[in-house]
């Protein structure tokens, strides 16, 4: 597609529920990322996909928290037992280049509501 | 400690006017500094990108300078337009992995008419 997709856009759960956001990447992007904006506060970290190499998933809050990306292309952040806490806007992110160079694209992001 | 600040954290001003954001950095080693700008429910949009030796970059109406030395970066809107309003995010990319983009909380700007 012509930009990074995210899905849902918007999501209520109840407290104790899991929850799965996706990321469709810009195609041919080979880095991906992922971060939460809650209200008020920058993008916090949270994973990031380069390539085939092993995944960075130093700011992954708690074990609740997991994300996967088949194929090189679309990711899956996945949300266990959620807290109220996890309320937040996750925000996708691609870019073609690694290291922190390129330009990153984002998402329209996947607005989240723990009740 | 990698560290952005952005000042003002908010800032409201008459359609027309110019306006500047500022940005204070402590990220090392410096790869690059960015300027984004979030609508509300959006995403972040880059408006510039700049590197140590690029100490000034215009994107229309929107100019941003960076002094290496003093690690401060400002972004200048000139003529600013309702559409302006909306949240502008410094980002800092330290020269490592790719992990290390360190964003500042963001001034939020409104411009009233």
């Known amino acids: 597609g012509a930009g990074v997709s995210q899905s849902p856009s918007n999501k209520v759960t109840e407290k104790g529920k899991d929850v799965e956001l996706r990321c469709d990447p810009i195609?041919?992007?080979?880095?991906l990322y992922w971060y939460r904006q809650s209200l008020g506060q920058g993008l916090e970290f949270l994973i990031y996909?380069?390539?085939?190499?092993?995944?960075?998933k130093s700011g992954l809050p708690s074990d609740r928290f997991s994300a996967e990306r088949t194929g090189g292309s679309v990711s899956t952040l996945t949300i266990q037992r959620t807290q109220q806490e996890d309320s937040a806007v996750y925000l996708c992110?691609?870019?073609?280049?690694?290291?922190?160079?390129?330009?990153?694209?984002f998402g329209e992001g996947s607005r989240l509501t723990v009740l | 400690k990698n560290q952005v600040e952005q000042s003002p954290q908010s800032l409201i001003i008459l359609e027309g006017k110019n306006c500047t954001l500022q940005?204070?950095?402590?990220?090392?080693?410096?790869?690059?500094l960015r300027w984004y700008k979030q609508d509300t429910g959006r995403g972040p949009v880059s408006l510039t990108i700049?590197?140590?030796?690029?100490n000034t970059k215009s994107n229309g109406r929107y100019t941003a300078t960076l002094d290496a030395d003093t690690k401060q970066s400002s972004l200048h809107i000139t003529a600013s337009q309702l559409s302006d309003s909306a949240s502008y995010i410094c980002?800092?990319?330290?020269?490592?992995?790719?992990?290390?983009?360190?964003f500042g909380k963001g001034t939020t700007l409104s411009v009233s008419s």
């Open positions: 992110a691609s870019t073609y280049l690694s290291g922190g160079s390129g330009e990153l694209f």
């Open positions: 195609s041919g992007h080979t880095a």
């Open positions: 996909f380069q390539g085939n190499s092993a995944p960075d």
């Open positions: 940005c204070n950095y402590t990220v090392s080693p410096f790869s690059n």
């Open positions: 700049m590197t140590f030796s690029e």
């Open positions: 980002v800092v990319s330290a020269r490592q992995a790719g992990t290390a983009l360190i």
